[in-house]
T-cell receptor, first 109, second 112 residues
Protein backbone atom coordinates (compact mmCIF):
# COMPACT_ATOMS: atom_id res chain seq x y z
CA UNK A 1 0.00 0.00 0.00
CA UNK A 2 1.09 3.56 -0.67
CA UNK A 3 1.54 5.21 2.71
CA UNK A 4 1.19 8.80 3.73
CA UNK A 5 1.37 10.30 7.19
CA UNK A 6 -0.71 13.28 8.23
CA UNK A 7 -1.57 14.88 11.59
CA UNK A 8 -4.96 13.78 12.85
CA UNK A 9 -6.21 17.31 13.37
CA UNK A 10 -5.29 20.97 12.96
CA UNK A 11 -6.87 24.31 13.78
CA UNK A 12 -6.69 27.61 11.99
CA UNK A 13 -8.15 31.04 12.48
CA UNK A 14 -10.48 32.32 9.83
CA UNK A 15 -8.84 34.42 7.09
CA UNK A 16 -5.35 33.14 7.97
CA UNK A 17 -3.24 30.81 5.81
CA UNK A 18 -3.23 27.10 6.61
CA UNK A 19 -0.36 24.70 5.93
CA UNK A 20 -1.36 21.04 5.97
CA UNK A 21 1.66 18.72 6.00
CA UNK A 22 2.03 15.23 4.56
CA UNK A 23 4.92 12.79 4.67
CA UNK A 24 5.35 10.19 1.94
CA UNK A 25 8.83 8.80 2.40
CA UNK A 26 8.23 5.76 0.16
CA UNK A 27 7.47 7.87 -2.90
CA UNK A 28 9.14 6.93 -6.18
CA UNK A 29 9.80 8.93 -9.31
CA UNK A 30 6.50 8.44 -11.12
CA UNK A 31 4.15 8.68 -8.13
CA UNK A 32 1.74 11.58 -8.07
CA UNK A 33 0.70 13.38 -4.89
CA UNK A 34 -3.04 14.02 -4.72
CA UNK A 35 -5.07 15.98 -2.19
CA UNK A 36 -8.79 15.60 -1.62
CA UNK A 37 -11.06 17.05 1.00
CA UNK A 38 -14.33 15.85 2.47
CA UNK A 39 -16.85 18.27 3.86
CA UNK A 40 -19.27 16.95 6.49
CA UNK A 41 -21.86 14.55 5.05
CA UNK A 42 -20.47 14.84 1.51
CA UNK A 43 -18.31 12.79 -0.80
CA UNK A 44 -14.62 13.64 -1.18
CA UNK A 45 -13.74 16.53 -3.46
CA UNK A 46 -10.59 16.86 -5.56
CA UNK A 47 -8.33 19.71 -4.45
CA UNK A 48 -5.02 19.51 -6.29
CA UNK A 49 -2.29 17.15 -7.44
CA UNK A 50 1.34 17.34 -8.51
CA UNK A 51 4.45 15.36 -9.40
CA UNK A 52 7.57 17.44 -8.78
CA UNK A 53 6.92 21.14 -9.17
CA UNK A 54 4.78 23.30 -6.94
CA UNK A 55 1.24 23.65 -8.23
CA UNK A 56 -1.43 26.32 -7.84
CA UNK A 57 -5.12 26.36 -8.62
CA UNK A 58 -8.13 28.35 -7.53
CA UNK A 59 -8.58 26.28 -4.39
CA UNK A 60 -5.08 25.86 -3.03
CA UNK A 61 -1.34 25.53 -3.60
CA UNK A 62 0.73 22.39 -3.34
CA UNK A 63 4.34 22.72 -2.24
CA UNK A 64 6.47 19.62 -2.86
CA UNK A 65 9.80 19.15 -1.12
CA UNK A 66 12.87 18.85 -3.30
CA UNK A 67 13.36 15.19 -2.32
CA UNK A 68 9.58 14.62 -2.75
CA UNK A 69 9.32 12.84 0.57
CA UNK A 70 6.92 15.42 1.90
CA UNK A 71 4.43 17.96 0.66
CA UNK A 72 2.28 20.75 2.06
CA UNK A 73 -1.18 21.80 1.03
CA UNK A 74 -1.60 25.55 1.45
CA UNK A 75 -4.95 27.23 1.83
CA UNK A 76 -4.11 30.89 1.43
CA UNK A 77 -6.99 32.31 3.42
CA UNK A 78 -9.06 29.87 5.44
CA UNK A 79 -12.80 30.31 5.51
CA UNK A 80 -15.40 28.49 7.57
CA UNK A 81 -16.30 26.53 4.45
CA UNK A 82 -12.79 25.05 4.41
CA UNK A 83 -13.49 23.05 7.57
CA UNK A 84 -13.16 19.48 6.34
CA UNK A 85 -11.04 16.35 6.44
CA UNK A 86 -8.09 16.69 4.07
CA UNK A 87 -6.59 13.55 2.55
CA UNK A 88 -3.08 13.31 1.15
CA UNK A 89 -2.88 10.39 -1.28
CA UNK A 90 0.04 8.86 -3.07
CA UNK A 91 -0.96 7.53 -6.45
CA UNK A 92 1.34 4.83 -7.74
CA UNK A 93 1.20 4.24 -11.48
CA UNK A 94 -0.77 1.07 -12.19
CA UNK A 95 -2.25 1.11 -8.72
CA UNK A 96 -5.18 2.79 -7.07
CA UNK A 97 -5.79 5.61 -4.64
CA UNK A 98 -5.41 4.66 -1.00
CA UNK A 99 -7.09 7.07 1.37
CA UNK A 100 -5.73 7.26 4.89
CA UNK A 101 -7.63 8.85 7.77
CA UNK A 102 -6.62 12.40 6.77
CA UNK A 103 -6.33 15.64 8.76
CA UNK A 104 -9.46 17.14 10.26
CA UNK A 105 -9.22 20.92 9.85
CA UNK A 106 -11.14 23.16 12.23
CA UNK A 107 -11.50 26.83 11.25
CA UNK A 108 -12.06 29.16 14.17
CA UNK A 109 -14.14 32.29 13.50
CA UNK B 1 -24.07 19.70 -16.27
CA UNK B 2 -22.42 16.32 -16.05
CA UNK B 3 -22.76 14.61 -12.71
CA UNK B 4 -22.54 11.41 -10.72
CA UNK B 5 -25.57 10.20 -8.78
CA UNK B 6 -26.19 7.42 -6.30
CA UNK B 7 -29.41 5.75 -5.26
CA UNK B 8 -30.87 5.19 -2.83
CA UNK B 9 -29.35 7.78 -0.51
CA UNK B 10 -30.43 5.81 2.54
CA UNK B 11 -31.24 2.12 2.84
CA UNK B 12 -32.13 -0.15 5.74
CA UNK B 13 -32.09 -3.87 5.09
CA UNK B 14 -32.04 -7.11 7.01
CA UNK B 15 -29.18 -9.54 7.40
CA UNK B 16 -29.06 -12.07 4.57
CA UNK B 17 -30.93 -10.01 1.98
CA UNK B 18 -29.44 -9.09 -1.39
CA UNK B 19 -28.98 -5.35 -1.86
CA UNK B 20 -27.97 -3.37 -4.95
CA UNK B 21 -26.69 0.18 -4.80
CA UNK B 22 -26.83 2.20 -8.01
CA UNK B 23 -24.21 4.57 -9.40
CA UNK B 24 -24.73 6.59 -12.57
CA UNK B 25 -22.37 9.11 -14.18
CA UNK B 26 -22.93 11.32 -17.19
CA UNK B 27 -19.29 12.33 -17.83
CA UNK B 28 -18.64 9.34 -20.09
CA UNK B 29 -15.69 8.42 -17.86
CA UNK B 30 -14.03 5.07 -18.43
CA UNK B 31 -13.06 4.48 -14.80
CA UNK B 32 -15.53 3.93 -11.99
CA UNK B 33 -14.96 3.02 -8.35
CA UNK B 34 -16.82 1.93 -5.23
CA UNK B 35 -15.56 2.82 -1.75
CA UNK B 36 -16.88 2.33 1.74
CA UNK B 37 -16.27 4.65 4.66
CA UNK B 38 -16.55 3.68 8.31
CA UNK B 39 -15.96 5.71 11.45
CA UNK B 40 -12.25 5.83 12.23
CA UNK B 41 -11.28 4.78 8.72
CA UNK B 42 -10.66 6.65 5.53
CA UNK B 43 -12.24 5.44 2.32
CA UNK B 44 -11.48 1.85 1.41
CA UNK B 45 -11.71 0.61 -2.16
CA UNK B 46 -14.22 -2.21 -2.80
CA UNK B 47 -14.25 -2.70 -6.58
CA UNK B 48 -13.28 -0.72 -9.64
CA UNK B 49 -13.74 -0.82 -13.40
CA UNK B 50 -11.65 0.57 -16.26
CA UNK B 51 -14.38 0.16 -18.86
CA UNK B 52 -17.33 -1.89 -20.08
CA UNK B 53 -17.05 -5.57 -19.12
CA UNK B 54 -13.99 -4.83 -16.95
CA UNK B 55 -14.14 -5.25 -13.16
CA UNK B 56 -11.43 -5.59 -10.53
CA UNK B 57 -11.29 -6.31 -6.81
CA UNK B 58 -10.13 -3.70 -4.40
CA UNK B 59 -8.91 -3.81 -0.84
CA UNK B 60 -12.20 -4.97 0.77
CA UNK B 61 -14.11 -6.86 -1.93
CA UNK B 62 -15.35 -9.89 0.03
CA UNK B 63 -19.17 -10.03 0.04
CA UNK B 64 -19.53 -7.52 -2.80
CA UNK B 65 -19.81 -7.77 -6.57
CA UNK B 66 -20.07 -5.35 -9.50
CA UNK B 67 -20.82 -5.58 -13.19
CA UNK B 68 -20.24 -3.02 -15.95
CA UNK B 69 -22.59 -3.38 -18.90
CA UNK B 70 -22.35 0.23 -20.09
CA UNK B 71 -20.13 3.26 -19.55
CA UNK B 72 -22.56 5.17 -17.33
CA UNK B 73 -23.41 2.65 -14.61
CA UNK B 74 -21.58 0.52 -12.04
CA UNK B 75 -24.07 -1.11 -9.63
CA UNK B 76 -22.70 -2.58 -6.41
CA UNK B 77 -24.38 -5.75 -5.11
CA UNK B 78 -24.18 -7.16 -1.61
CA UNK B 79 -25.03 -10.82 -2.17
CA UNK B 80 -26.06 -11.54 1.41
CA UNK B 81 -25.97 -8.44 3.58
CA UNK B 82 -24.14 -8.65 6.91
CA UNK B 83 -24.11 -6.23 9.84
CA UNK B 84 -20.41 -5.60 9.16
CA UNK B 85 -21.46 -4.03 5.85
CA UNK B 86 -23.27 -1.20 7.59
CA UNK B 87 -21.40 1.78 6.19
CA UNK B 88 -21.51 4.80 3.91
CA UNK B 89 -20.81 3.85 0.30
CA UNK B 90 -19.33 6.26 -2.23
CA UNK B 91 -19.14 5.85 -5.96
CA UNK B 92 -16.58 7.76 -8.03
CA UNK B 93 -15.50 8.13 -11.63
CA UNK B 94 -12.45 9.47 -13.44
CA UNK B 95 -11.54 9.93 -17.09
CA UNK B 96 -8.24 8.08 -16.85
CA UNK B 97 -6.19 6.22 -14.28
CA UNK B 98 -4.42 8.64 -11.97
CA UNK B 99 -6.61 11.58 -12.87
CA UNK B 100 -8.88 13.27 -10.35
CA UNK B 101 -11.86 11.25 -9.18
CA UNK B 102 -15.35 12.74 -8.95
CA UNK B 103 -17.43 11.39 -6.10
CA UNK B 104 -21.14 10.88 -5.68
CA UNK B 105 -23.08 12.04 -2.59
CA UNK B 106 -22.96 8.62 -0.93
CA UNK B 107 -25.44 5.96 0.19
CA UNK B 108 -25.87 5.27 3.88
CA UNK B 109 -26.62 1.55 4.30
CA UNK B 110 -27.76 0.02 7.57
CA UNK B 111 -27.95 -3.76 7.92
CA UNK B 112 -30.04 -4.88 10.89
Amino acid sequence: DAKTTQPNSMESNEEEPVHLPCNHSTISGTDYIHWYRQLPSQGPEYVIHGLTSNVNNRMASLAIAEDRKSSTLILHRATLRDAAVYYCILFITGNQFYFGTGTSLTVIP
Amino acid sequence: DAEITQSPRHKITETGRQVTLACHQTWNHNNMFWYRQDLGHGLRLIHYSYGVQDTNKGEVSDGYSVSRSNTEDLPLTLESAASSQTSVYFCASSPQTGYEQYFGPGTRLTVT
